[in-house]
């Protein structure tokens, strides 16, 4: 079966440093893309990039770019999504979702970032 | 990017067929045959309903149905149930690159 397990639920401050994570299990992990996707409270969805964890080549969107990092480590099939700095603007759900051809067809449940001083 | 284009929201009776639009241009919904829809139940996370415009994965309903005409694709759900009332996305792939897009996103209210 497939799956994404995201981690817990996150409280920070402004201008403190983070990184979550998507560990997908029953699938070759490395020859899938996994994208992360932002979701303001209340908003829809936003497509932020894109990492092909077996060669790590990533793509951001616009939006996103130098705004967040995108990393991945294929020996232990988990995704990253981190940022250097948070912005209050940062809360958030953020999503992992898995590639299968040009369609996402797995999710994770989500991870709940708070930024608040 | 800009987003794929949704109306708000779409109500209907119980029993009724409704149409959610999504409207994107030549390089992502009119490109590819890349189209998906997603439900996406209040504190839940999305769950895929269509692939490819026109395909449903193993165990949705045969009540939801894509379809696509030019620069727009369309999500019909028919005999509109409770649990149906969600939030829908359109997504489609950007030709040329690998990135996508999302669409606004669709309120469905069952009245």
């Known amino acids: 079966e497939v799956q994404l ?7 920070k401050k402004p201008g403190e440093s983070l990184k979550i994570s ?18 303001m409270p209340g908003k829809g969805l936003e497509f932020m990039g894109i990492i ?13 770019q130098g ?15 981190q940022w250097s700095s948070l912005k209050a603007s940062d809360t958030a759900m953020y999503y992992c979702a898995r590639r299968y051809g040009r369609n996402f067809d797995f999710w994770g449940r989500g991870t709940l970032v708070t930024v608040s001083s | ?42 504190g839940k996370a999305p769950e895929l309903l269509i692939f490819d415009v026109v395909f449903r994965p193993s165990g949705v309903s045969d009540r939801f149905s894509g379809s696509r005409s030019g620069n727009t694709a369309s999500l019909t759900i028919s ?3 409770a649990e149906d009332e969600a939030d829908y996305y359109c997504s489609s792939y950007i030709a040329s690159s690998t990135l996508s897009v999302f669409g606004t996103g669709t309120k469905v209210t069952v009245l």
Do not use: M
């Open chain 1, 67 to 81: 705004q967040v990092t995108i990393s991945a480590d294929k020996s232990i099939s988990i995704a990253y999504l």
């Open chain 2, 79 to 81: 005999g509109l149930q």
């Open chain 1, 52 to 64: 092909y964890p077996d060669d790590s080549n990533i793509v951001y969107s616009p939006s996103f």
């Open chain 2, 1 to 42: 990017q800009s987003a794929l284009t949704q109306p708000a929201s779409v109500s209907g009776s119980p029993g009724q067929s409704i149409t959610i639009s999504c409207t994107g241009t030549s390089s992502d919904v009119g490109g590819y045959h890349a189209v998906s829809w997603f439900q996406q139940h209040a």
């Open chain 1, 22 to 39: 998507c560990k997908g299990s029953g699938y070759s992990f490395s020859n899938y893309w996994i994208a992360w996707v932002r979701q």
């Open chain 1, 5 to 11: 397990v995201q981690s817990g639920a996150e409280v």
